[in-house]
Nanobody, 115 residues
């Protein structure tokens, strides 16, 4: 069993920045692909960004150039640096540890972008 815990959400004005963190338990963190998803009210959960175990990253078109995913294997942590935030980025952000044929979700952290 892998425990996944997100932190760092909150309220920010448009144009502001936040950094989300996701800590995963266990000794095999470095072999997991790690993902950030988000779910806005009334919408489906969507993939925001992914980082493979090799450190290769990808992100959704809606956040390209604004969000950056990174990982620190020594700390069993993945980060999502979010810049130039927009009101449409408001959502609950979830971390997902992909261990292959299945994965583990965190409980989510709320991000609210408004003036």
């Amino acid at each position: 069993q892998v425990q996944v815990v997100e932190s760092g959400g909150g309220w920010v004005q448009p144009g502001g920045s936040l950094r989300l963190s996701c800590a995963a338990s266990g000794s095999r963190f470095r072999v997991y692909a790690m993902n950030w998803y988000r779910q806005a009210p009334g919408k489906q959960r969507e993939l925001v960004a992914t980082i493979t175990r090799a450190g290769v990253t990808s992100s959704a078109d809606s956040v390209k150039g604004r969000f950056n995913i990174s990982r620190d294997n020594a700390k069993n942590t993945v980060y999502l640096q979010m810049n130039s935030l927009k009101p449409e980025d408001t959502a609950v952000y979830y971390c997902y540890a992909d261990v292959g044929s299945f994965g583990y979700w965190g409980q989510g952290t709320q991000v609210t972008v408004s003036s």
